[in-house]
Each structure stands twice: as C-alpha cells, then as structure tokens.
C-alpha cells in the first residue's frame, strides 16, 4: 500500500474517534454545569472540557472567558479549531474520498452523510436545550461509522490501518481525560472523596459510557483508585488504556503476518502493553498517577510518529 492511502485510512478512524471524543467531553461539562455546588473550590467545568482536549490555550487567545456558549461554539463549529468536530469530520470525509477503492460504499455512505447532516447544522440552532440531543447524534453517527468499518471491510491492510488509528486516538483521549481529573477537576478546598470528588469521577465514567459497567464489574460505591483501575487496567473495558494497546499489538501482529515484515513500532508497543500487563493500580498511584498518565501520553505519541516512519506516511 502506498504510504499516502495508509496514512488517509490512519487519519480517518483518527478523526471520526476524536470527533467522538469532543462530543463526550461537552456532554460530560454540560452535565457537570447543571449539578448544584460544582463551581466551588476547584477550576469551572467549562475549562476542565478544554484543557481534556488540550486546547485551553488555543481557546484563551480568541475568548475572554469559557463559558457553555463559547466552548460549544469553539469545540462544535470553530473552523479555525482542528479538532473541533465540523474540522474532524470534513478532515474524515476528505481521506475516505481520497479512498474510495479501499473502503466499502457502507462506510463511504456513514461518513457522507454524517458530514452532509453535520454541515447543515446552523450554530445558532444549538440551544442548551438542544444540545444533548446533538452530542448524542455526534455519538451515535461515530458508532454508526465504526460498525460500517467492522461489519464490512475486509481484513487486510486497510483494515489494519483503520484500527491502529483508532486505538491510538482512544488511548490517548482516555489518559488525557483522566490525567485532567486529577490535575483540573480534583477539587481543592474539599478532601477527595467527597461529595464534589464523587459527581466528577461519575462525569468522567460517563463521558466513556461507562457508569453502568463500572457498577456491574466492581458492586461497590464509587472509588477514584477503582475508576482508575477500570479505565486503564481492564481489558475489557472497552475505553480502557490496556484495551486499546491489546488491540494495537493484536492489529500489528496481523500486519506482520500481512506484510512479512516486523517494523520498530511493533516493539514499541509491545513495551507499553507489557507495563500495563505488569503493573498494579496500586503501584501507579505510589509512582504518581499523573506522572504515569503523562508518560503514557508520551509513548503513545510516539508510537504514533513511528507507525507513520514504519509504513513512510
């Protein structure tokens, strides 16, 4: 496969998963906003939704203050924003035309017709009220794409592509949303734990949809160490940091037995499953989840950089 048709089909899951992502976090702030008592002692929601998606500073350089209008507007609509959803799904549409002969007329349809709908969006329509009714469409159309690729594709290259692009994306919008509950939204003035501490880790379980399994695998009352465990070690969430590295190591062991070749980025993230295997919740809250977080973050981008040097994106 030329390296240019690799990396359009990388790109496309990339940006059709982040699209996903954004619509999570706002459905999250947006529900944060509306319980009573969350705007004392810890940094407002509206920024905690940014700085999960890095683009705390970005926004700061157009907008005096994050308010749910502006966010929205910024994460939703900004064509000045490369990771808001309108430039992830026009991003999204512009690979997969590109590929045409490699994807089915099933995913070309969910990707043309997401952007068609998604376009034809007039910003000034999305009221509060109608706000989580588009998140939730954002979502489902996301959905909607993914069982179009695993329902049709056939499993070759452009399969293998698809998929590592992905779960690298997951992977890092998972730890970046995690890393944001300790650094941002941890409150300061109340001991975590609390009441605060608690609606906040709840947001998060639901910007993953996540709630209901958390509650099925652990029978207990919500812990931050146990929220921790979930949405890094467990395997089968399907959100989790050790999910998505299983299915990245899986997908380029396919492409080894594919190509005949196996290529540096395969070591590379054959080591950061192996930690995840290895290592204990315990033993990352004792070394700093934060600082795992960020090291995870780093490897992750990393991968990514040699997955595109291996197969000469």
């Not at 070309?108 to 034809?120: G, M």
């Not at 062991?253 to 995840?276: I, K, N, S, V």
Request: glycine share 4%.
């Amino acid at each position: 496969m030329l390296g240019r048709s690799a990396s359009n089909l990388f790109w496309l899951s990339r940006y059709f998963e982040r699209a996903d992502y954004v619509a999570r976090l706002l459905d999250a702030g947006w529900r944060m906003s509306l319980t009573p008592g969350l705007d004392t002692g810890h940094r407002d929601q509206w920024n905690s939704v940014l700085d999960a998606a890095s683009l705390g500073e970005v926004f700061a350089q157009r907008y005096d203050r994050a308010d749910r209008a502006h966010v929205v507007d910024f994460m939703l609509f900004d064509q000045d924003n490369p990771s808001s959803v309108y430039n992830c799904l026009m991003a999204a549409r512009t690979n997969a035309k590109s590929e045409r002969i490699r994807i089915t007329k099933d995913i070309w349809e969910s990707i043309n017709t997401t952007w068609l709908e998604f376009s034809a969006i007039k910003p000034a329509e999305v009221t509060t009220n109608k706000l989580p009714e588009l998140l939730d469409w954002v979502k489902s159309a996301s959905n909607l794409f993914r069982g179009a690729l695993l329902g049709t594709i056939l499993r070759h290259d452009n399969y293998h592509f698809s998929q590592l692009g992905c779960f690298i994306e997951r992977a890092e919008n998972t730890a970046r949303l995690l890393d944001v509950k300790y650094y941002v939204l941890l409150p300061r003035t109340e001991v975590a734990g609390g009441m605060v501490d608690s609606h906040q880790w709840m947001m998060i379980l639901r910007a993953v949809s996540a709630e209901r399994s958390y509650r099925h695998m652990y029978h207990d009352r919500l812990r931050p160490i146990k929220v921790a465990d979930y949405l890094i070690l467990k395997a089968a969430m399907p959100r989790s940091l050790r999910h998505a590295y299983d299915w990245i190591c899986r997908t380029l062991d396919e492409m080894e037995q594919f190509y005949g070749e196996r290529e540096a980025c395969h070591d590379l993230a054959g080591e950061t499953l192996e930690t995840l295997r290895s290592t204990s919740i315990e033993q990352i809250i004792d070394m700093g989840l934060h600082e795992f977080l960020e090291n995870f973050i780093g490897n992750n981008n990393r991968l990514s950089l040699k997955v595109a040097e291996d197969f000469n994106f």
